[in-house]
């Protein structure tokens, strides 16, 4: 590559200073990402080949997976609640010459009559931004033909102290907590001092959720204070019953 075209595009993407993913916009020129996304691009071990697939990543932020997955095939939706140049998204679409669509929205807007279906929905790093996790799990399986991969906070290794400010494996405060499905609730700024962290399940509620959301978890895996779970969508009748009775009784309040 010309010295003069890499300083274009270093200049490109010094325009926006606050990068999170760490996306390879050309050989050799990586964006100065605060996420590790290579590592968890590894541990998610998605298709390597998504040709002909809808796939639809939710929360896509500066947009590393859209574009992974728009590389190995795939027809891809990137979906976030700011525009795509209050990210990096933007001009590293630009820089890779990408066409993967962008849109505007929460993902309690998804439903299949305005959006369809996918094939692949990623949920990365999103979960536990949510004040309404179940319901949020409700909506992509609204969308989901397919697989789903979700990551997120849990407290499997890492349950607050409120007082200390200080993380423990979630065994040592008790062990039965440990297959207990629980989530903890982060009031005001208690986690990171964010205040858009909520809640962070263990694994054990993190699976139970995408069980009662209608999902079957195929693999799941700790690391460090992060889960990953890697679902394919289910069709249980009762599940879906009870589901909507229960948004029949939330509709008529």
Request: hydrophobic letters at 40%; charged letters at 15%; a negative charge.
């Amino acid at each position: 590559m010309a010295s003069q075209e890499q300083e274009t595009i270093a200049q490109k993407i010094a325009q926006f200073p606050h990068w999170y993913h760490q996306i390879e916009v050309a050989p050799g020129v990586v964006t100065p990402g605060i996420n590790a996304t290579p590592l968890v691009l590894e541990l998610l071990d998605l298709p390597e080949d998504c040709t002909g697939m809808r796939a639809l990543d939710i929360g896509a932020r500066d947009g590393f997976f859209s574009f992974e997955l728009e590389k190995r095939g795939a027809n891809v939706l990137a979906l976030d609640y700011v525009e795509p140049t209050q990210t990096g998204f933007a001009i590293a679409k630009e820089l890779l010459q990408s066409q993967v669509e962008y849109k505007v929205a929460n993902v309690y807007d998804l439903n299949p009559e305005d959006y369809g279906t996918f094939d692949i929905v990623l949920f990365l790093g999103v979960l536990y931004h949510l004040r309404n996790p179940l319901l949020a799990l409700d909506k992509i399986w609204s969308v989901c033909s397919g697989q789903l991969w979700i990551e997120s906070q849990v407290i499997d290794n890492a349950f607050l102290d409120y007082q200390s400010q200080q993380l423990h494996p979630l065994s040592v405060v008790s062990p039965n907590l440990t297959t207990t499905p629980i989530m903890q609730f982060y009031p005001q700024n208690t986690l990171n001092n964010d205040f858009t962290n909520w809640w962070a399940p263990n694994m054990a509620c993190l699976t139970a959720m995408l069980e009662d959301a209608n999902f079957v978890v195929e693999r799941s895996l700790l690391h460090g204070s992060r889960g990953i779970a890697h679902c394919r969508v289910n069709n249980d009748k009762q599940i879906n019953h009870y589901r909507n009775i229960e948004n029949s009784i939330v509709g008529d309040h």
